[in-house]
């Protein structure tokens, strides 16, 4: 049985709360946050045994063999060294770090102490992103030539909240970005060669709103990302023979397989209660082979998606507005 520790005690660890609740060999037996009454009302609303009022108290626990990071981005960096130096094996939320400098020292760390540090793109997971790469790699809609995606939602403008704020790590790329880049070349089963973006900045200067574009080894891909509009959140991969569209691109249980027409030919739908039980279940799998690496979600896609960052958000040439 893997022993899982929680560090944040937000909707997100409710959500991983749920999904250790129906998936095989694992379970929580602790969480934590800087509050200790929070740290208590969660332990009691999901039945956790332990509760702790400090990050430092939670690793100190002997039993607990995973860390979840479930905490605001800007808390990622600090939670993950503690936690790595303690021995502890790691799945933090997205994004993992906002830099490529910090994302480096972290699985450096990770490699030192021979432990799992893993990003939560729990989306490379589902059974439906596996579906939608064995259709392109049958050959189901043939040679992919292009590849689209919009994800985005309109969130309240309040710049103290942590999608505006910049002290929270706040940002649509962090929030949503990490998706079109983790999950555009995985569907098509291409790697990420080059990239360049167009970034609008909020008044609290956080991006909300970026326009992606990615080579995908010859292949142009383009994302909208928003916090300023409720797009769809489709991403549509399409070849000389026909097209995929998957929507809700980044959760969710449906893809469709379609012609040049658009007219479908095959779908898939297998609804499931929670979608985050499928990295879990990768944690199972790797530490009970006495690995420390996904594969699916490995250090590499990390490390890329922390490069592109660093590239799109720090340029000031592709920040053409101050406010938005």
């Known amino acids: 049985m893997v022993n899982i520790g929680i560090m944040g005690a937000g909707n997100i660890s409710r959500a991983l709360c749920r999904a250790a609740a129906v998936t095989e060999g694992i379970q929580v037996v602790a969480v934590a946050a800087r509050d200790m009454k929070r740290a208590q009302a969660f332990a009691t609303e999901m039945g956790i045994p332990r ?27 600090n939670c993950i060294k503690m936690s790595l130096a303690a021995g502890k094996h790691v799945l933090c939320e997205k994004a993992l770090v906002e830099t490529e400098a910090r994302a480096e020292e972290c699985f450096a760390l990770a ?7 893993m990003e939560a793109m729990w989306s490379r997971f589902l059974p439906k992103t596996e579906k939608v790469r ?5 050959g189901r809609i043939g040679k992919v030539t292009a590849v689209q995606a919009t994800i985005g939602n309109y969130i309240e403008k309040d710049m103290n909240n942590r999608f505006y704020s910049p002290a929270l790590g706040g940002g649509a790329m962090f929030d949503l970005g990490v998706y079109a880049i983790d999950l555009m070349g995985y569907f098509a089963c291409r790697r990420i060669t080059d990239w360049s973006g167009q970034v609008l900045r909020a ?5 909300e709103t ?5 080579d995908l080894d010859g292949v142009p891909a383009q994302a909208l990302i928003t916090f300023n ?7 549509w991969i399409c070849g000389e023979k026909g097209m995929i569209r998957v929507p809700n691109m980044h959760w969710g249980s449906e893809a469709f397989l379609l012609d040049p027409s658009g007219k ?3 779908r898939y739908s297998k609804p499931e209660e929670n979608g985050m039980r499928f990295e879990l279940m990768e944690v199972v ?40």
């Open 264 to 266: 479908e030919l095959e």
């Open 51 to 77: 509760c702790y009022g400090s990050y430092a108290q939670l690793l100190s626990d002997m039993s607990v063999d995973v860390v979840y990071i479930g905490t605001t981005t800007d808390l990622h960096y």
């Open 203 to 207: 008044e609290s200067g956080v991006d």
């Open 111 to 117: 490699g030192r102490h021979r432990v799992l540090l």
């Open 229 to 235: 509009a409720a797009v769809p959140q489709d991403c």
């Open 285 to 324: 799998r790797i530490l009970g082979e006495g690995a420390v690496r996904s594969e699916i979600a490995s250090p590499e896609m990390t490390l890329l998606s922390s490069r592109i960052y660093d590239s799109i958000l720090t340029d000031k040439s592709v920040t053409p507005t101050e406010t938005a």
């Open 210 to 214: 970026v326009s992606l574009y990615l």
């Open 134 to 138: 064995e259709w392109v790699t049958e």
